[in-house]
C-alpha cells in the first residue's frame, strides 16, 4: 500500500515564503507525476503544479514565476517552495502522484490528507 505524508503548510504573510513537503512511502513500482492541487473555501480543486518522472514541471498560470516545484533524486518526494504568496494562495494544498503498483499495471491515483496554507493581508 502506498502512503503520502504532507507536511509545511501552515500560516504566512503576503509577500512572505513556505514551502511544503510530499513523501510516498510503500510499495510501488514506479511514480509518474508528482504534483500539487489546492481547493480554496468554496471553490473547485484545481492544479497547482506538477513534475513528471524526467523532471519536467508544469505550473497553472496562477502561479508561474512564484512557484517551484521539484522532486528528489530518489522520485519519491516533492517540494514545492512558495514565493511572494497572495491572500489568493489560501487554500488546503493536496500532494497528488500517479503510479504503478507492479511494471504491468496501469497507472493509479492518490491524494494526501491535505494540508492548510493561509496567507494573511
Known amino acids: 500500500q502506498v502512503q503520502l505524508v504532507e507536511s509545511g503548510g501552515g500560516l504566512v504573510q503576503a509577500g512572505g515564503s513556505l514551502r511544503l513537503s510530499c513523501a510516498a512511502s510503500?510499495?510501488?513500482?514506479?511514480?509518474?507525476?508528482m504534483g500539487w492541487y489546492r481547493q480554496a473555501q468554496g471553490k473547485q480543486r484545481e492544479l497547482v503544479a506538477y513534475?513528471?518522472?524526467?523532471?519536467?514541471?508544469n505550473y497553472a498560470d496562477a502561479v508561474k514565476g512564484r512557484f517551484t516545484i521539484s522532486r528528489d533524486n530518489n522520485k519519491t518526494t516533492v517540494d514545492l517552495q512558495m514565493n511572494s504568496v497572495k491572500p489568493d494562495d489560501t487554500a488546503v494544498y493536496y500532494c497528488h502522484i500517479q503510479y504503478k503498483r507492479w511494471y504491468r499495471d496501469g497507472y493509479l491515483e492518490l491524494w494526501g490528507q491535505g494540508t492548510l496554507v493561509t496567507v494573511s493581508s
Open positions: 513534475v513528471t518522472n524526467d523532471n519536467s514541471a
Open positions: 510503500g510499495t510501488f513500482f514506479s511514480i509518474r507525476t
